[in-house]
């Protein structure tokens, strides 16, 4: 099964920029689907934004015009460039795959798990 890995988080101030990266390892023929999520201690997990294998994108609205969702489909990678961060934008950042169609033995597209990743921390200060 497909295992996402998250890295990019840390401890920046307000109007300050991070870029998170998100990685796919693995045996991997196509993923329909690759976005950011976040949660905060208490509430729900939200989407920030997610961006198809033909490039069309999506992103919340608390986010739009301060955030950049990228993939590079040879890669399996996507990332999230966050400029002027807020203080309300802190929380464990999550990656998510969806339509996700794996190699199998021999080399032929078959249907995977959606996936998550365990999260990186995002924290903004005043």
């Known amino acids: 099964q497909v295992q996402l890995v998250e890295s990019g988080g840390g401890l920046v101030q307000t109007g300050e920029s991070l870029r998170l990266s998100c990685a796919a390892p693995g045996r991997i023929f196509s993923i329909r689907t690759l976005g950011w999520y976040r949660q905060v201690p208490g509430k729900q997990r939200e989407l920030v934004a997610t961006?198809?294998?033909?490039?069309?994108?999506n992103y919340a609205d608390s986010v739009k015009g301060r955030f950049t969702i990228s993939r590079d489909n040879a890669k399996n990678t996507v990332t999230l460039q966050m400029n002027n961060l807020k203080p309300e934008d802190t929380a464990v950042y999550y990656c998510?795959?969806?339509?996700?169609?794996?190699?199998?033995?021999?080399?032929?597209?078959?249907?995977?798990?959606?996936?998550w990743g365990k999260g990186t921390l995002v924290t903004v200060s005043s």
């Open positions: 998510n795959a969806d339509g996700v169609l794996l190699l199998g033995p021999d080399w032929a597209p078959r249907e995977g798990m959606d996936a």
């Open positions: 961006c198809t294998s033909a490039g069309a994108r």
